[in-house]
């Protein structure tokens, strides 16, 4: 017996006049003494964009991380050779980026690699759709629907701000399906907060400029805690004690622990971590159900490297990115 044909997906819908999207339109247009009116009927005409919140859902329960896995999808030769033009043609303002923020080139050069490809995939989106989306019907099977959710009308109204500041159309941007914008792909509220016009041109442009990218990632690390001059991680062999190793990977990404208290807990911190001034953290990535773990010690720049995306994986493709960008850089250049 064959299947019944797969029923057409409905297509999107306008939001419409809910009432939580006219009490929020209501309110900005007060606080910014907008036209009320109007930032009612462009609200009520954004789609609600089902495959945003597909998007937005977390990976099932169950599902094994894996690092190499993850890795191999940046740290390829078609974006290590878009690195090097990338870097080639930046590289004036990335030694500027370094000498004013203390950011590395290869961070900097990691972070725009890993977002969006040096520029080529910067999301499609409508960010107003996509943010209005997720402000008023965010799924609800979230595990943090509620806090996302606030999180998103923060962003909408910080986007809508952004937009009457910089001259844009609201309903033309294009972003991800989470709203990030541009070559360094910032949240609103990052770009209003962070961005820099690092070309001289007058203005902040994060879609267009590459150059104001990079001095916006750099200005964003910096005023997370960036340290000139320390590493990001080192290596480590955990203890053999289940309890202690539990007790040294429960804080996560958070630097929580020096090398003397690593060492008295059993673990062996590589000769470079026992020379390390300040707390660790203890990182543990998984490879698939089947193969060892990674395990690393983060640094208080390892964290701020995942203030940019709460991630230990993303944090450090970004840092192995830069690092073999560098490396294939200076071998073309022998």
Known sequence: MSKPAAQPTAPPQPLGSRPAVITFADDLA????????ALREQLSQALDLPRVKQLIL????????NWTAYRDRFIEPRRLEAGVAFWNEHEAALTRAESQYGVPAEVIVGIIGVETFYGRITGGFKVLDALATLAFDFPAEHPRAADRQA?????????LKLCRENGLDAADVRGSYAGALGWPQFMPGS???????FDGDGRVDLIASPVDAIGSVAHYLSEYGWKPGEATHYSVTLPADRLQRARLLAPDI????????LTTAGAQPSEAARDHDGPMAVIELQNGPKKP??????????W???????SAYYALAVIELGQAVRARRLQAQR
Do not use: C, I, M, S
Request: charged share 20%.
């Open 304 to 310: 701020v490297v995942t203030r940019y995306n709460w």
């Open 191 to 197: 770009w209003r907060r962070h961005a820099v016009d």
């Open 293 to 302: 773990t990674t395990v690393l010690l983060g640094t208080q720049n390892f």
């Open 58 to 65: 977390p990976a099932a329960t169950g599902t094994a991380k």
């Open 30 to 37: 007060a606080a910014q003494n907008w036209d009320a009116a």
């Open 151 to 159: 999180f998103f009308r923060d962003e909408l109204a910080e986007f």
């Open 254 to 261: 958070k630097p929580t622990f020096t090398a003397a208290e």
